[in-house]
């Protein structure tokens, strides 16, 4: 039984019934020649055969006596309960398919079972399929998410056959075992606690960097909380109704922006956001300002073999009230790196860290101050993904898009993925809380060009390649 950490608790702490804290991805998929929809019983089985190396795909949420909740084993646990399939022997338009996975992100998972589902949409428009997905963020951060999903699909497109793993679920702990087990989870990490205590008193230099940048890093969090964020049109009331916005650029076109300017990928895909969010203003009748963003860092080790959250999270202004596009991504570059060269990254790691020992009401305030709009007005959050081909079932993935959750008085959420030489975009928006989000995917494509304008640089000549006329919403 592992234990939750404070930021994993976070995610269930500010979770409500409109916003749903879950992150997920929308697949596109071609289906092999000759075949006229996905084989989702393949897919099952495939899943069947990987669960053993994701065991917390099996495990439920276990309320403890005192501390944050723990994973258990689910004994009741049913494959056929977390993968939906929409109506068999129907083809779907894409339409109509962008309208299932809509509604699919928009209901919140169960608790009560383990915090994952899949959406199969066997037949989309002429050879064509989709599959979406969502893990609730308590059990794994953005690049952990990416990795789920690719244990989940295929890397060749024939796979061999896939034969289920024998699984013993483990008892689960109740009366005199449970208080047990709590203690002796606390007694663990007040043990870790103790084992870092000594090794910083051993590296007395060391310790002294990491306190001053920890202090630093705190002084700055309240900072960010003194001076609210700007108040913005995307900051309202938002109802439980998702719609996901998407958009797909040769990934090539951002690198030429990137060696043009000196600058880091990262810095262009926030430089493109906020030309799009500055068009999303002046759309909805609002003058273009300043943007606080939440940018998800990963804080991950490579070696780690633990799932759950390894990230922490930095604020920068997304300048859209600027009109040049080159001053916009040189203001977004030179506070990236102000941020880098600060050590204030690794600092928040440390405050977020910090948050267990808090009592239990204080770290439901902490959680919901940290979602509020008061601490940033949307998030941006890039994640590489695969470079090389993905299947499910034998249908090649031929482009996916990230889902990030918005909270409470956010109607929007910029999620960005790489895969496959294309840089997807994919905007998770309230679109009852904002009737233009809709335009948000030619926006994105539209800053992409306008960067490229600006830069002076040439756009690259594309190879001929049939593309999936679903990346962009119209309504």
């Known amino acids: ?8 608790a976070s995610f269930l702490r500010v979770e409500s019934a409109t916003a749903h804290m879950h992150i997920g991805w929308l697949s596109w998929l071609r289906l092999p020649a000759g075949r006229e929809s996905l084989d989702v019983e393949m897919l099952a089985m495939r899943i069947a055969s990987r669960l053993h190396f994701a065991p917390r795909f099996r495990q439920r949420l276990q309320q403890l006596p005192i501390g944050e909740p723990a994973w258990a084993d689910d004994p009741e646990f049913r ?9 068999p022997g129907r083809r779907f338009s894409p339409r109509e398919a962008r309208g299932l996975a809509d509604e699919f992100l928009s209901e919140p998972l169960d608790r009560e079972m383990p915090l994952w589902s899949l959406l199969a ?3 989309v428009g002429a050879g064509r399929a989709a599959i979406v997905g969502k893990v609730h963020h308590a059990m794994v951060d953005g690049i952990a998410a990416v990795e789920l999903g690719t244990l989940l699909f295929d890397l060749v497109a024939e796979a061999g056959p896939a034969e289920p793993v024998d699984w013993d679920p483990q008892p689960v702990a109740t009366g005199v075992r449970l208080a047990i087990d709590t203690l002796a989870n606390d007694a663990i990490d007040q043990f870790r606690a103790t084992t870092r205590a000594v090794r910083m008193g051993l590296q007395p230099r060391r310790t002294a960097r990491l306190a001053e940048t920890t202090r630093r890093a705190a002084l700055s969090a309240i900072g960010d909380a003194v001076r609210s964020a700007p108040p913005s049109h995307l900051n309202v009331a938002i109802t439980a109704k998702r719609t996901l916005v998407t958009e797909s650029v040769p990934l090539r076109r ?6 043009a300017n000196s600058v880091t990928l990262n810095d262009v895909v926030l430089a493109c956001a906020s030309g799009a969010l500055r068009r999303l203003a002046t759309s909805a009748g609002e003058s273009p300002q300043a943007l606080r963003a939440m940018v998800p860092v990963s804080v991950r080790n490579p070696d780690d073999p633990e799932g759950g959250n390894r990230i922490t999270f930095a604020f920068i202004d997304l300048p859209c009230d600027e009109v040049d596009p080159r001053a916009r991504l040189a203001a977004v570059h030179e506070q990236m790196r102000e941020l880098k060269e600060s050590g204030l990254i690794g600092g928040s790691e440390a405050v977020l860290r910090s948050t267990g020992a808090l009592p239990g009401f204080l770290k439901e305030r902490a959680a919901r101050l940290a979602a509020s709009p008061r601490m940033y007005n949307l998030t941006v959050s890039n994640v590489p993904g695969p470079r090389s081909a993905l299947y499910v079932a034998g249908a090649e993935v031929e482009s996916t898009y990230p889902v990030i959750p918005i909270s409470d008085r956010h109607a929007i959420a910029i999620g960005v993925l790489s895969y496959r030489g294309r840089m997807h975009f994919a905007a998770n928006a309230n679109p009852d809380a904002l009737p233009t989000a809709p335009e948000v995917g030619p926006m994105l494509g539209d800053a992409v060009a306008e960067l490229e304008g600006a830069t002076g640089v040439a756009r690259p000549r594309q190879p001929s390649r049939r593309r999936l006329r679903t990346t962009r919403v119209t309504a």
Not at 254 to 259: A, D, E, F, M
């Open 254 to 259: 951002l690198g030429v922006i990137k060696s």
């Open 1 to 8: 039984m592992q234990r939750l950490s404070a930021l994993d």
């Open 121 to 123: 949409i066997p037949a």
């Open 79 to 87: 494959l056929d309960h977390h993968i939906q399939r929409a109506e």
